[in-house]
């Protein structure tokens, strides 16, 4: 298992369009899916995926409906929308670029 990281700040939603690129996931699904992929380095609470989601949906980057669960329990589905993978290839590009840029600082201290 791998430590407990925080979470850079602004980077929440990339994730969670990153994962939803997959395939349609309720909340519980994606906070779930984070873990597995980031090997539990990665948790997220429900105080900040919601607002994320909710902030996403507002924004047209995904879609929610209301489904039943493997489990036949009632859940909100979020899909990507065509704006929100437009939106992902945004976010990763401007990751990209950053993570380039502190590595040529980190490599010319």
């Given at each position: 298992?791998?430590?407990?990281?925080?979470?850079?700040?602004?980077?929440?939603?990339?994730?969670?369009?990153?994962?939803?690129?997959?395939?349609?996931?309720?909340?519980?699904?994606?906070?779930?899916?984070?873990?597995?992929?980031?090997?539990?380095a990665?948790?997220?609470?429900?105080?900040?995926?919601?607002?994320?989601?909710?902030?996403?949906?507002?924004?047209?980057?995904?879609?929610?409906?209301?489904?039943?669960?493997?489990?036949?329990?009632?859940?909100?589905?979020?899909?990507?929308?065509?704006?929100?993978?437009?939106?992902?290839?945004?976010?990763?590009?401007?990751?990209?670029?950053m993570?380039?840029?502190?590595?040529?600082?980190?490599?010319g201290?």
């Amino acid at each position: 298992m791998a430590a407990k990281s925080d979470l850079l700040q602004g980077t929440l939603d990339m994730l969670v369009l990153r994962v939803l690129s997959r395939g349609e996931l309720h909340g519980w699904g994606i906070t779930q899916k984070l873990e597995q992929l980031s090997r539990s380095a990665l948790q997220v609470d429900e105080g900040s995926l919601y607002p994320s989601l909710y902030r996403m949906e507002e924004k047209g980057w995904i879609e929610a409906e209301w489904k039943l669960t493997e489990k036949n329990r009632r859940a909100k589905y979020y899909t990507l929308t065509r704006a929100g993978r437009k939106q992902l290839e945004v976010e990763q590009a401007g990751w990209d670029r950053m993570t380039a840029i502190i590595a040529q600082v980190m490599q010319g201290a």
